[in-house]
């Protein structure tokens, strides 16, 4: 078989899922496999390119070894809390241990209907399959943690959303899918039996260091909280927006998972949101650290039986924990940011330079990613000509590049160069070309969906070849809002 399946998911007691296989589709195509990713989970990659594995990409028959299943989650949705979530679209096939010896989940998505499906189909559109693919290789591809893309697979059928849409199905893989709203599921329940046994399991699979500490849940909790405070300022870094940070979709391990209404900054705007259902701006770019430890604090909240016996102590623990992710969440952003003009460490004033510079490219409208990659440029040609046509009012940003010129009088300049090069991305999924490749891919054209994901598998590189996928969208081709992606 493509896959040597080593199940431990399914081994946990019954209450942790439903066993539910995929419901065939009728008629599917392959449309992309990443060879490159199949390779290092150490799976047959000529076995899965093949009537076979189309087969099982698309959930019409079932591998050997596998032990597909809908895991159970709770998950607090825009603030308010659902209990019973669940997988309703997604089915977990089983794990494989890659070269690197890390286990990962080989999940369906889309591939039909599960106790968890509530009033859903089970079933996803082509076009969320098509953006989940772009955006989370070029994530990985940038050197964000994420879930991974594997195959992307048209059904032939199709699902009802605004009209008929054609349906497809996505293989994702993760380190695992366990999220903040699968320890919720128990807190919930009251069920503090299997709370233990699930953070045991989350310790011994993602952080196993935990293990030889006095209190192996505060470090479980230290560590989810170190994780995420730096992944978050790692989107930031790159003009990420989630869009949809519930607790359901929060990993535990640290991954960047659902892309569902995420987009990338095209102009630089600390308040922007993109999700259509986002009214209040709850996810809003500049929202993200702060709504990031609010998820956090739901994690503790589930963590208080195990933290201590004592629930008074429990609370101080959780509370001391919590404590640590405004300062790891800023630290974080200062070197990350202060890196994208190449200086190296993050500290106070660098940071405040780089906040005028935030505060010019927000008043000027000025596009997030080619700011900083034009800056670069400016480092070694002496001309600022084209950082400069970037900002509504170029004069504005005059006097911030001789400051920054200054500053970096004496640093050497080949050194900083490499830096930011290595920051700040050329190619980014622009939300206007992901639209394109959807659209195309809708009516049965691949060409615009496979060219993005070639640009995108080397984000730092110039490719003289593609250097429109570099540009902002022209202003009839902005893109202002997403969609969630069901
Ligand atoms: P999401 O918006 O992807 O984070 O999903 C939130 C919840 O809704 C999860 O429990 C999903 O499994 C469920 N869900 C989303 N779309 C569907 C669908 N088409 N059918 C069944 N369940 C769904
Ligand atoms: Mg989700």
């Not at 879930?147 to 380190?175: C, I, K, N, W, Y």
């Not at 993050?346 to 080619?370: I, K, R």
């Amino acid at each position: 078989m493509p896959f040597s399946f080593d199940n431990t998911y399914a081994g946990l007691p019954d209450a942790f899922f439903k066993r539910v296989a995929p419901t065939p589709v009728s008629a599917p195509v392959l449309i992309r496999l990443n060879h490159r990713l199949a390779d290092e989970l150490g799976i047959d990659v000529a076995r899965l390119d093949s009537p076979e594995g189309l087969a099982i990409l698309s959930g019409n028959q079932c591998p050997d070894g596998s032990a597909p299943l809908a895991m159970a989650y709770s998950g607090h949705q825009f603030g308010g809390f659902s209990p019973q979530l669940g997988d309703g679209r997604a089915i977990l096939l089983g794990e494989v241990v890659g070269n690197d010896g890390i286990r990962r989940d080989i999940q369906l998505k889309g591939s039909g209907p599960t106790p968890f499906s509530r009033r859903g189909d089970g079933r996803s559109a082509l076009g969320p399959v098509l953006r989940e693919y772009i955006v989370s290789e070029a994530m990985a591809a940038v050197g964000v943690p994420t879930t991974r893309a594997l195959a992307a697979v048209a059904s032939g059928d199709h699902v009802v959303r605004e009209g008929m849409v054609p349906g497809g199905v996505f293989t994702r893989v993760a380190q695992s899918h366990i999220r903040v709203g699968t320890f919720q599921w128990f807190a919930a329940r009251k069920d503090d039996d299997n709370l233990r046994v699930l953070a045991d399991y989350v310790i011994a699979r993602h952080y196993p260091a935990a293990q030889q500490e006095e209190n192996p849940y505060r470090a479980l909790l230290d560590g989810v909280i170190q994780r995420q405070a730096e992944l978050i300022a790692h989107w930031m870094q790159l003009g990420f927006i989630h869009g949809v940070m519930n607790t359901d979709n929060m990993t535990v391990s640290g991954e960047t998972i659902d892309y569902g209404p995420c987009a990338f900054l095209d102009q630089y705007d600390p308040v922007k949101r993109f999700s259509s259902i986002d009214h209040q701006g709850r996810y809003a770019f500049g929202n993200q650290g702060p709504i990031g430890h609010w998820d956090l604090i739901r994690f503790a909240e589930t963590l208080l039986p195990l933290l201590n016996t004592d629930e008074k102590k429990s609370i101080a623990v959780a509370e001391a924990a919590l404590d640590a992710f405004s300062g790891l969440h800023r630290s974080a952003l200062q070197s990350r940011f202060t890196a994208k003009i190449g200086l190296k460490g993050g500290n106070l004033d660098d940071w405040d330079m780089m906040e005028s510079l935030l505060a010019a490219m927000a008043e000027g409208e000025a596009d997030f990613t080619l700011v900083f990659r034009h800056l670069s440029d400016a480092l070694e040609t002496g001309n600022d000509d084209a950082v400069s046509r970037l900002f509504n009012q170029p004069e504005a940003i005059v006097a911030w590049l001789n400051t920054w010129r200054t500053r970096l009088h004496d640093v050497d300049h080949s050194q900083t160069r490499a830096l930011m090069r290595r920051t700040n991305p050329v190619f980014i999924p622009r939300n206007h070309r992901i639209e394109e490749a959807i659209k195309a891919g809708n009516e049965g054209d691949f060409e615009l969906f496979h060219r993005l994901n070639q640009v995108l598998q080397n984000p730092f590189s110039e490719q003289p070849e593609f250097s429109d996928y570099e540009a902002a969208p022209a202003p009839d081709k902005v893109v202002h809002a997403t969609f969630c992606g069901t």
